[in-house]
């Protein structure tokens, strides 16, 4: 793994994860140590979505984050989704320990895997887990478990499944917008896109079922514009 900082456009650092062989393969191991200082401000994103190959052995990938936020530090962790290939094996841990009147924007989300190619939910094992502290004190634990003996019907039509936290006192302004926005929708019948959203204390949590990536992406961008002024310019503009 390697880490590339383009110049900043504004007041934020912007940082993307890469890997010389486009995905993780017979059981790579990636780490991520995260520390933001008092005030500061940093972006962190992938180049493109994190591909997981299968493998003869059967040997599990995984990817761990550790990110400390003190005083008023802001960070949008925001990757591009995880596509795990039949009969891979991936394992997820993140955490992230904010400090007083910290902010984090948290994107965590998966496709079913190569759909186009009758790939759907067919990895053998997806295990993922966020976990958020503040001042110690865990206030989210968010953890995904799928395998292909039962996320065919626990996923149905849906193709990618997302996960959007907004957190802390610096986005807590557009938390309550998100909520009022999922609230006041009227539910279709089987709609292309689903989204369900949870009041935390200083933030929300929106949920994301799509048919497919692209729905889902758009949903999501329609909830980060805030950011541009945030980051001094919008990481998706040219990317999505």
Same mark, same amino acid.
């Not at 456009?9 to 008092?38: C, H, I, K, M, Q």
């Not at 949008?76 to 094996?89: K, T, Y």
């Not at 955490?95 to 009758?118: I, K, P, Q």
């Not at 889902?216 to 999505?240: C, M, N, T, Y």
């Given at each position: 793994? @390697?880490?590339?900082? $383009?110049?900043?456009?504004? $007041?934020?650092?912007?940082?993307?994860? /890469?890997?010389?062989?486009?995905?993780?393969?017979?059981?790579?191991?990636?780490?991520?140590?995260?520390?933001?200082? %008092?005030?500061?401000?940093?972006?962190?994103?992938?180049?493109?979505?994190? @591909?997981?190959?299968?493998?003869?052995?059967?040997? %599990? #990938?995984?990817?761990?984050?550790?990110?400390?936020?003190?005083?008023?530090?802001?960070?949008?962790?925001?990757?591009?989704? *995880?596509?795990?290939?039949?009969?891979?094996?991936?394992?997820?841990? &993140?955490?992230?320990?904010?400090?007083?009147?910290?902010?984090?924007?948290?994107?965590?989300?998966?496709?079913?895997?190569?759909?186009?190619?009758?790939?759907?939910?067919?990895?053998?094992?997806?295990?993922?887990?966020?976990?958020?502290?503040?001042?110690?004190?865990?206030?989210?634990?968010? $953890?995904?478990?799928? #395998? /292909?003996?039962?996320?065919?019907? &626990?996923?149905?039509?849906?193709?990618?499944?997302? /996960?959007?936290?907004?957190?802390?006192?610096?986005?807590? =302004? =557009?938390?309550?917008?998100?909520?009022?926005?999922?609230?006041?929708?009227?539910?279709?019948?089987? =709609?292309?896109?689903?989204?369900?959203?949870?009041?935390?204390? &200083?933030?929300?949590?929106?949920?994301?079922?799509?048919?497919?990536?692209?729905? *889902?992406?758009?949903?999501?961008?329609?909830?980060?514009?805030?950011?541009?002024? *945030?980051?001094?310019?919008? $990481?998706?503009?040219? @990317?999505?």
């Amino acid at each position: 793994m @390697k880490l590339l900082t $383009p110049v900043a456009r504004g $007041p934020s650092v912007w940082a993307y994860t /890469s890997n010389f062989g486009g995905g993780l393969v017979a059981g790579d191991e990636t780490a991520l140590v995260l520390a933001l200082g %008092a005030g500061s401000c940093c972006y962190v994103g992938t180049q493109s979505s994190t @591909k997981v190959y299968r493998n003869p052995a059967g040997l %599990a #990938c995984s990817h761990s984050t550790r990110a400390t936020l003190a005083a008023g530090a802001r960070l949008v962790f925001a990757p591009e989704p *995880v596509q795990a290939f039949a009969n891979s094996r991936y394992v997820q841990r &993140q955490e992230f320990h904010l400090a007083n009147d910290a902010g984090l924007v948290l994107l965590d989300w998966f496709t079913s895997g190569r759909a186009a190619r009758g790939e759907r939910w067919n990895f053998a094992h997806l295990d993922s887990r966020n976990d958020v502290f503040v001042l110690g004190e865990r206030v989210v634990a968010d $953890p995904v478990r799928l #395998c /292909s003996a039962t996320a065919p019907t &626990q996923m149905g039509r849906f193709n990618c499944l997302a /996960s959007l936290l907004l957190l802390g006192a610096p986005f807590q =302004p =557009p938390a309550e917008a998100l909520l009022q926005s999922v609230a006041g929708r009227a539910v279709p019948r089987n =709609p292309r896109l689903a989204c369900s959203a949870s009041p935390l204390r &200083q933030g929300a949590l929106l949920r994301i079922a799509g048919e497919d990536v692209e729905s *889902v992406r758009q949903e999501i961008h329609a909830h980060l514009l805030f950011l541009r002024e *945030v980051l001094g310019d919008d $990481p998706w503009s040219r @990317k999505w």
